[in-house]
């Protein structure tokens, strides 16, 4: 059974820092890439990360750019999300993707609060 948890969110004051896991297991994780996603209530799912399934390859949205770093241990099976100078607009619930060709799992989401 497919399974990703995340884990590692809550809540932050502005300019704080948090950092994300997400493991996976069922599925030979070291030959999928890796995505973070993000989204608010009534908003479409974001990406903001991802990482190509050796890690090689690594591409951020320009609104975490700078802020935020994925990274993968593939001996784990985990993906990482370390957000650092976090905003009040990074809060929303935070969700793990694994893709590879037509095959795709998500999380269940982890909450991320920036706020004073």
């Known amino acids: 059974q497919v399974q990703l948890v995340e884990s590692g969110g809550g809540l932050v004051q502005p300019g704080g820092s948090l950092r994300l896991s997400c493991a996976g297991s069922g599925f030979t994780f070291s030959s999928y890439a890796m995505r973070w996603y993000r989204q608010d209530p009534g908003k479409e799912r974001d990406l903001i990360a991802h990482?190509?399934?050796?890690?090689?390859?690594?591409n951020y949205a320009d609104s975490v750019k700078g802020r935020f770093t994925i990274s993968r241990d593939n001996v784990k099976n985990t993906v990482y999300l370390q957000m650092n100078s976090l905003k009040p607009e990074d809060t929303a619930v935070y969700f793990c993707?694994?893709?590879?060709?037509?095959?795709?799992?998500w999380g269940q989401g982890t909450q991320v609060t920036v706020s004073s």
């Open positions: 990482i190509s399934s050796a890690g090689g390859g690594i």
């Open positions: 993707n694994a893709a590879r060709f037509t095959s795709s799992y």
